[in-house]
């Protein structure tokens, strides 16, 4: 079965189907065993093949994750505990989304910036919204119209 990862929690993965249900899977040993300088094998996005596996009950089905699909794009940060190995945030992203807002929390520009960069470098589409609008003075206003 082809799915896709929606939510990476520790060792359990939820994996959306084609008919709309969604499995917990876990991963197949010999990914973690793979040295590919990444702290995580699997990523939220990643496209997967999943097969029943053993010890299945009539209430409970366990599920495994068998193979990792090549990946359109992905994004990724490094890792804090280990300098030299990447965390890879989400792969197979269709486009990044920053919903900022200049007052009330303010967002930082620097943020802004690294995700539009990021963005760029992986090739993803990208476009920044602002929200809160009603909060802005008029004068703040006019420089952000162009």
């Given amino acids: 079965m ?11 993965y939820d994996v959306l189907l084609a008919d709309g249900s969604i499995i917990i899977c876990r991963l197949k040993g010999k990914f973690r065993l793979d040295n590919k300088k990444q702290t995580n094998p ?11 596996g053993p010890g299945e009950t009539d209430e409970q089905k366990n599920y495994i994750i068998n193979e990792i699909l090549p990946r359109n794009n992905y ?18 992203i269709d486009q990044t989304v920053v919903i900022a807002s200049l007052k009330q929390p303010r967002t930082a520009f620097g943020f802004i910036d690294r995700v539009l960069i990021t963005s760029e470098v992986y090739g993803i589409p990208a476009k920044v919204i602002f929200n809160k609008h009603d909060l802005y003075e008029e004068k703040m206003m006019s420089c952000c119209r162009n």
């Fill in 42 to 52: 699997i990523a939220v996005g990643d496209f997967v093949m999943v097969e029943e």
């Fill in 75 to 92: 994004i990724v940060r490094s890792d804090i505990h280990k300098s030299a190995y990447k965390h890879v945030i989400a792969s197979n």
């Fill in 2 to 12: 082809r799915g896709t990862v929606v939510q990476s929690t520790g060792n359990f």
